[in-house]
């Protein structure tokens, strides 16, 4: 089946600590993206990249990098430098056939102790 | 510039009751709009979308919307409420057509099912 895969699902880290999440699509989409979804607040844009080797900053992209070296692949580095990080991630491709929807991963929970 | 706004941050009904989810939105152009659904600690997943064909669309599990340019809305239905509806929904815009463009989703609609 067709779909994308985020891990870890569940995730903890230390202040000061960098932390990578993982997200593999098998979709054959171009374009991937990140958001970040905090309580009665939706989701919000970190990065999204259109094809290979290329991504662009969203609204939130401070704190955050990224690397899109693979079609299949777009991977979250979470920096020291973002200052509030517990969030929950999702990632999601985009169809840009005729149904021009978002499919997203079952996302990522990073908890900062 | 794109925004959604979707009146209410949590709505409670009976089951069996009509769920009506507001949204409304902005976009200098015509837009497509989506419904999504998540259960807690999941993904999105599509529940509609609107495409400029039919204004009123039909969804998964039961549910429709209706895009009306006038009042630059497109509000989310289903006439009888059941409990596995409980989720969070958000209402999303885009100006995309053929090439990429960003898809704003609105803060969301926490839905109670009240048995």
């Known amino acids: 089946d067709g779909g994308i895969t985020q891990s870890p699902k569940y995730l903890f880290r230390k202040e000061g600590q960098n932390v990578t999440l993982s997200c593999e699509q098998n979709?054959?989409?171009?374009?991937m993206y990140w958001y970040r979804q905090d309580p009665g607040q939706g989701l919000r844009l970190i990065y999204y990249s259109q094809i290979v080797n290329d991504f662009q900053k969203g609204d939130i992209a401070e704190g955050y990098s990224v690397s899109r070296e693979k079609k299949e692949s777009f991977p979250l580095t979470v920096t020291s430098a973002q200052k509030n990080p517990t969030a929950f991630y999702l990632c999601?491709?985009?169809?840009?056939?005729?149904?021009?929807?978002?499919?997203f991963g079952e996302g990522s929970r990073l908890t900062v102790l | 510039a794109q925004s959604v706004t979707q009146l209410g941050s949590h709505v409670s009904v009976s089951e069996g009751a009509l769920v009506l989810l507001r949204c409304n939105y902005s976009s200098s152009v015509p837009p497509y709009l989506f419904w999504y659904v998540q259960y807690p600690n999941q993904g999105l997943q599509l529940l509609l979308k609107?495409?400029?064909?039919?204004?009123l669309v039909k969804g998964i599990n039961g549910f429709e919307a209706e895009f009306k340019k006038s009042e630059t809305s497109f509000h989310l239905t289903k006439p009888s409420a059941h409990m596995s509806d409980a989720a969070e929904y958000f209402c999303a815009v885009s100006e995309g057509r053929t090439s990429y463009d960003k898809v704003i989703f609105g803060p969301g609609t926490s839905l109670s099912v009240i048995p």
């Open positions: 979709l054959n989409h171009d374009a």
């Open positions: 999601a491709s985009w169809d840009r056939g005729y149904t021009g929807e978002l499919f």
């Open positions: 609107y495409t400029s064909a039919a204004t």
